[in-house]
């Protein structure tokens, strides 16, 4: 399972709006289905509440999921969720592009809250 407790936030700089976006290029997990390895980009925005997400953190916590067998509708959902737990932003949206696999390749969208 992925392991939300990696995760460490620090004291945002301001109380004025601003956005914030982490790109994570090498993405790794394993799709259940059939145990092949999926490779995809995850791009992380939000607009914080009174902390960020400090990136060692983040990049250790991505890391992860690399044995681990779930969708990527999952894997998408996963991080939104342990994200907006362990930082509360504003608003926060998380896109996974995935690596085409059988001549389809996959882009999915979660959000939380609103844009200021």
Not at 25 to 49: L, W
Not at 72 to 99: F, G, H, K, S
Request: proline content about 6%; glycine content about 6%.
């Amino acid at each position: 399972m992925p392991d939300a407790s990696l995760l460490e936030v620090f004291e945002s700089p301001t109380d004025v709006p601003f956005l914030i976006e982490h790109i994570a290029e090498e993405f790794t997990s394993v799709c259940p289905k059939t145990g092949h390895p999926d490779f995809g980009t995850v791009t992380v925005r939000f607009e914080p509440g009174a902390t960020c997400v400090e990136l060692k953190s983040l990049k250790l916590y991505l890391q992860s999921f690399r044995n681990e067998g779930i969708f990527y509708e999952a894997v998408t959902n996963q991080i939104r969720d342990d994200l907006v737990q362990c930082m509360q932003p504003q608003w926060l949206e998380i896109v996974t592009d995935w690596r085409g696999r059988g001549g389809i390749r996959s882009v999915i969208t979660a959000t939380h809250g609103s844009r200021s």
